[in-house]
């Protein structure tokens, strides 16, 4: 079944350490992948998106993420994180047909230390 | 553009009550998708539409869900009746034909049933 898996349920990192979020997924193509970033109370804010081509995506707030096909992963990194940046990420997907809705992860708590 | 717009923020009501859930997309976005968002199971997709037309409504979770959309600017998620479990963070999302845009969140609504 197709599905995506963020192992880590909540990570806790220093302000200024660098950060990487897991995220696996299980499908028999390429699907689409998406970092999603949710702050308490609030809706879900695109961080980010791989369809194809480079491996490697920038995105916004100075995130970026790798997709790895021989991993069936897509992590996301930053390398200084800010105590804004404190939230629940989702990493989600969608069929290489773009056909259907989308997949998400259980998500990852992030929490800053000061 | 005002992005996608839900309403209400917050509803509380008491079971046995009919619920109704409104979006509005954004203009020209052909696809319009409901999540619901709980600490159980995470954020689940329950149905989506394109241009209008309800293309997949396997993630309804019983008959006392129903959904509609008339017009492309407007969209209801309708709960009759009301129970306690339905309590949850209902979400509405809209996308373009071309994915690469990525799908656009609206801010929820978190219901209560009491």
């Known amino acids: 079944a197709q599905s995506v898996t963020q192992p880590d349920i909540h990570i806790t990192v220093s302000e200024g350490a660098s950060l990487e979020l897991r995220c696996n997924y299980s499908?028999?193509?390429?699907?689409?992948l998406f970092w999603y970033v949710q702050s308490p109370g609030q809706g879900l804010q695109l961080l980010l998106k791989y369809f194809s081509g480079d491996t490697l995506v920038q995105g916004i707030k100075g995130f970026e993420a790798e997709f790895k096909r021989s991993q069936s992963s897509f992590n996301l990194r930053k390398p200084s994180v800010h105590w804004s940046d404190a939230a629940e990420y989702f990493c989600?997907?969608?069929?290489?047909?773009?056909?259907?809705?989308?997949?998400f992860g259980k998500g990852t708590h992030l929490i800053i230390q000061p | 553009d005002a992005g996608v717009i839900q309403s209400p923020r917050h509803e509380v009501t008491e079971m046995g009550q009919e619920v109704t859930l409104r979006c509005k997309p954004i203009s020209g976005h052909d696809y319009l998708f409901w999540y619901r968002q709980t600490m159980m199971r995470g954020l689940e997709l329950l149905i989506y539409f394109n241009n209008n037309v309800p293309i997949d409504d396997s993630g309804m979770p019983e008959d006392r869900f129903s959904a509609k959309m008339p017009n492309a600017s407007f969209s209801t998620l309708k709960i009759q009746p009301s129970e306690p479990r339905d309590s949850a963070v209902y979400f509405c999302?809209?996308?373009?034909?071309?994915?690469?845009?990525?799908?656009?969140f609206g801010s929820g609504t978190r219901l209560t049933v009491v």
């Open positions: 999302a809209s996308s373009p034909l071309n994915r690469n845009y990525g799908y656009t």
């Open positions: 989600a997907f969608v069929s290489g047909g773009g056909a259907d809705g989308l997949t």
């Open positions: 499908y028999g193509a390429t699907p689409y």
